[in-house]
């Protein structure tokens, strides 16, 4: 601790501009200092506290010069207060007055200097010179983001904030989180947003961090959003979409009133109408003939209504959502290979690892508040390793970045693990007391062709080995990861790959190591918690095991049911007929786009209830209005297995309802019992009940702060770290696996590799970030990357339109050429329904886990005129 951290963590005010709690000090200010008994002066903000050591905080001669540091800032600093947005909530302005400089010694002090355009490019914020004080706070946290947008620049008397070459913000390399503008003690950067009325603790609804917020409120709108300083995840952080992003409650688009499709064409309804209709025809079918689509944006109270619902009312166990299409892989695979399928260490603990392995996953855009403690961790020393096709942000970052073919991670990981034999790196205590089958899997490994391997991988032998040695010779190293290895047809074997390393190494059950899944949606986590899955019951319980289940729930429990993919499958032949759908859009999101929509439209009766009408909801029969996260109260899970809260902020649009108890209303009028409960918070008791991991978690504990599962009583704490005594399989060993020997292969037809996935601004299918109009600005369109060798080749232009053609489909996009991706690759996102993606996605599928094809797809391309 600083003797400033300590002065004012003892309520003792000490002025200071450039210091801010958790940015580094910089001691630039000078405002923070406080006299030593030698009669010294030193920056508060830079001497740590020692036992014994006194200081005088407050003096004349001290504030003599506080008073010539503040006048000189005053000086240069042009505008006139009055009119600044800041005024009131200004630290310049709290410290002229501490100092006893009154509104005349300001105006007096102010020069009559010529005033700059301020830049207004950002849709969120406004920058202004003329009122910077130069305490370097925005410098220091745009670091530690990783965008690195803006530095001090010139000299001397003209030493001011900037963008490389003094550009707009936008066209620097600004990520728009906003953090500058959070810490800017005065009105130099400035938000474009509301102040609120109240605001409400709850989590941001995006990604699987699972940030905590501050919602904040005027009437019955969201107008913005901070981070909560005491959530272990983000301390006080967000990206932009946490920040900025958040008013597409308030859109009027929002479905306010249930609606029936009568001739091809919706009216609204009353409730009353609408749940007779859908419970008069949902009787019509059960078991096979229904399934459920459950929802990773929903909370876990609501996911286990649905599923229950779908178990033990419908008597179907057709129960999935889109951790199919995301880690359903991992699930299987981690539960085979450690006997868990979840994120084993958490977020934080990456900033104490000493290595950090990132394979396919691009966090600084996906999951920026785990994107910042990997950055936190190699500001500290540690070393990255990233393996990406792609060049990304975090690639940038890293030590070493081995650029592979698409789909072509297994042998290049089967390469790394024996570079670690060889290397004698291979952690052999940890192996025999902790693992089994490890023979089985050296003989394979030494086994390898590594000439074939650099043909398959693109990657040479020698950088492979590099990073092996990196990855193996530092303790503790994390392994991260995400959808470059999962979205494949062969993503379960991927994963297992990945496991063998970490169990290689002896990086499991011990602080900032692991294996570690980066969960996509906010609540992904807790809906395969929830049993939201079709081979599995709540807290992974499985099928042959339910008697818990059919005690609790009065009925017979259903066996296995399909999976998302299968249930379009089933839909076309008929043999599914009727579908409910809670918050998620297959229409864009699922892989054949054309074959879905005939799925879909195949069905003889269809309910969607979302937030919106998306064009799923679009071919639904009864289109059902949900309340949005900021409506509810209930709890996500996040990635790294954090039950939180979240809390009502405001009242929902028209007559839209929480998903729970749409579904309680419906079990009800089908004259199912068990479903009426009096608040989510009853919901989770019975989750609790049900699931040992959960069960010593309750809605009243988490009012505190979030609990890592399992957490299995009232007096356990929650779990870090997984696996720290034994594994949880059967025999508490963990084991080595071999994992099939796969590479994508393309064709002559279709000679490129597409790859999809996500960009920074917008989210999925855009429901959501597509009512945030501000977004459009830095991403309205979609752009395929290609890189300028195939370019040249095929005669594409930067900005012009190509035809981007698969075995499943064909579609124009714009392109842009790129050296981001490497040569026979291109890459585009799913977020624009203008340019669906997933027309041209599809055909195999991982037949362990059902994952379909969607970062490997052969394609043609051709400029269009
Ligand atoms: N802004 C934003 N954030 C999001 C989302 C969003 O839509 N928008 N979605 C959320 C969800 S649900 C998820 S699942 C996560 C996904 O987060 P990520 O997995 O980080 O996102 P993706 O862009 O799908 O893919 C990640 C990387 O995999 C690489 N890749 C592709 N193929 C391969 C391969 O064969 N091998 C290797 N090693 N790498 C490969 C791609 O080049 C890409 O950089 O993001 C979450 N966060
Ligand atoms: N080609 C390709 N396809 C992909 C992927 C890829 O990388 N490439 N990634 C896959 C992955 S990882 C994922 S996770 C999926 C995502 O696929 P989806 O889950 O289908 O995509 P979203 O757009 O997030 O859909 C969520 C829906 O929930 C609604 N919603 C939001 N909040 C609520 C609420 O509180 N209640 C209700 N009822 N509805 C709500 C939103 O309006 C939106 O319509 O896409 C998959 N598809
Ligand atoms: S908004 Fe974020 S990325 Fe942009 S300049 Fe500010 S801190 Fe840096
Ligand atoms: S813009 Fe604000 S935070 Fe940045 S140096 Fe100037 S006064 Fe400090
Ligand atoms: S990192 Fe994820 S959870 Fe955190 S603010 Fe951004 S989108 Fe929200
Ligand atoms: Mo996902």
């Not at 990783?146 to 000299?155: C, K, L, V």
Request: aromatic share 6%; glycine share 8%.
């Amino acid at each position: 601790m600083t003797v400033l951290e300590a002065a004012l963590a003892n309520d003792i005010y000490i002025p200071h501009l450039c210091f801010r709690e958790g940015i580094e000090p910089f001691g630039g200010c000078r405002l923070c200092l406080v006299e030593n008994t030698d009669g010294r002066l030193v920056t508060a903000c830079e001497t740590p506290v020692e036992d014994g050591a006194e200081f005088i905080s407050e003096s004349e001669r001290i504030n003599n010069i506080r008073r010539t540091v503040v006048s000189l800032l005053i000086s240069e600093h042009s505008r006139d207060c009055l009119s600044c947005p800041s005024s009131g909530d200004c630290s310049l302005q709290e410290v002229s007055s501490y100092l006893n400089l009154t509104e005349d010694d300001l105006s007096r002090l102010r020069q009559d200097l010529p005033e700059s355009e301020p830049d207004e490019s950002n849709p969120f914020f406004i920058r202004n010179h003329d009122k910077c004080i130069l305490c370097g706070l925005c410098v220091r946290v745009c670091r530690a983001t990783g965008a690195e947008a803006i530095d001090f620049a010139y000299r001397g008397h003209d030493t001011r904030i900037s963008t490389f070459m003094d550009r707009a913000i936008t066209e620097s390399s600004c990520v728009s989180c906003g953090e500058c503008v959070e810490v800017c003690p005065v009105g130099a950067l400035v938000s474009r947003e509301e102040k609120p009325f109240t605001e409400v603790k709850t989590v941001c609804p995006y990604c699987g961090a699972g940030c905590g917020i501050y919602l904040g409120v005027r009437g019955d709108r969201v107008v913005s959003s901070r981070g909560d300083p005491d959530n272990p995840v983000n301390r006080g952080k967000l990206c932009v979409k946490g920040r900025f992003a958040l008013k597409f409650v308030n859109s009027p688009e929002r479905l306010k009133k249930p609606l029936i499709k009568v001739d091809g064409r919706f009216v609204e309804v009353e409730w009353d109408e609408a749940l007779s209709t859908v419970a008069e025809r949902l009787s019509e079918y059960s078991g096979e003939e229904f399934a459920a689509v459950a929802s990773a944006k929903c909370t876990n109270e609501e996911n286990y209504i649905l599923q229950k619902f779908t178990r033990a009312v419908m008597l179907s166990g057709n129960i999935d959502h889109c951790a199919r299409l995301c880690h359903a892989p991992s699930v299987r695979s981690l539960s085979m290979t450690l006997g868990s399928g979840a994120m084993t260490n958490s977020i934080a603990e990456l900033e104490d690892s000493a290595c950090i392995l990132a394979v396919g996953t691009n966090p600084t855009e996906t999951h920026p508040l785990t994107a910042y403690s990997v950055i936190r961790a190699i500001r500290s020393g540690a070393k990255l390793v990233v393996i990406d096709p792609r060049r990304t942000r975090i690639s940038e970052l890293a030590d070493i970045h081995l650029q592979n073919r698409p789909g072509s991670d297994i042998p290049l990981i089967m390469a790394m693990c024996r570079f670690i034999i060889e290397e004698g790196l291979h952690d052999t205590e940890f192996i025999e007391s902790r693992t089994e089958n490890f023979d089985e899997f050296r003989d394979a490994v030494m086994a390898l062709d590594l000439e074939e391997v650099e043909s398959l991988t693109g990657v040479g032998v020698e950088d492979m080995r590099r990073a092996a040695i990196t990855y193996a010779s530092k303790k503790p190293a994390s392994i991260i990861y995400s959808m470059g290895i999962t979205q494949h047809a062969h993503g379960t074997d991927n994963v297992i790959a990945l496991s063998n390393l970490a169990l290689l190494t002896g990086n499991l059950g011990k602080p900032s190591a692991g294996i570690n899944p980066l969960r996509g949606q906010n609540n992904v986590q807790g809906a395969c918690d929830m049993g939201a899955l079709p081979d599995l019951l709540p807290g992974y319980q499985t099928l042959d095991d339910s008697f818990r289940f059919s005690d609790k729930w009065g009925s017979t429990i259903p066996g296995p049911g399909m999976t998302l993919p299968e249930m379009f499958d089933a839909a076309l032949e008929g043999r599914l007929r009727a579908m409910y759908i809670m918050g998620e859009n297959p229409l864009l999101s699922e892989p054949e786009t054309e074959k879905t929509r005939k799925a879909l439209e195949s069905l003889d009766f269809l309910v969607v209830q979302d937030i919106f009408m998306t064009e799923t909801a679009e071919l639904a029969d009864v289109v059902l209005p949900a309340c949005a996260w900021a409506e509810k109260d209930g709890t996500f899970t996040n990635t790294e297995r954090r039950v939180q809260l979240i809390r009502k902020a405001l009242d929902a649009p028209g007559e839209a309802r929480t998903d729970w108890e749409i579904i309680c209303m419906l079990a009800e009028k089908m004259g199912a019992e068990g479903f009426d409960y009096a608040s989510s918070s009853e919901i989770f008791k019975e989750i609790a009940a049900l699931v040992p991991s959960y069960a010593g978690i309750s809605h009243e504990r988490l009012q505190d702060g979030g609990i890592q599962w399992p957490c299995t009583s009232y007096e356990h704490g929650g779990t870090q770290y997984l696996h720290s005594e034994r594994f949880s399989t059967p025999t508490g060993r963990a084991s080595f696996l071999l994992p099939g020997y796969h590479v994508g292969e393309v064709s002559e037809e279709y000679p490129m590799v597409l790859v999809t996935g996500r960009n920074l601004y917008q989210y999925h299918t855009r429901s959501m970030t597509g009512r945030v109009p501000e977004l459009d600005s830095f991403s309205d369109r979609e752009e395929l990357l290609i890189n300028p060798l195939d370019a040249a080749k095929l005669g594409v232009e930067d900005g012009g339109t190509v035809l981007v053609k698969s075995e499943g489909g064909s579609l124009e996009v714009r392109a842009r050429v790129s050296g981001d991706v490497m040569e026979g690759v291109v890459f585009m996102t799913f977020h624009f329904a203008e340019t669906p993606a997933n027309v041209l996605t599809g055909g195999d599928r991982d037949p362990v886990s059902g994952m379909p094809e969607l970062k490997f797809t052969p394609v043609s391309i051709r400029p269009v005129e």
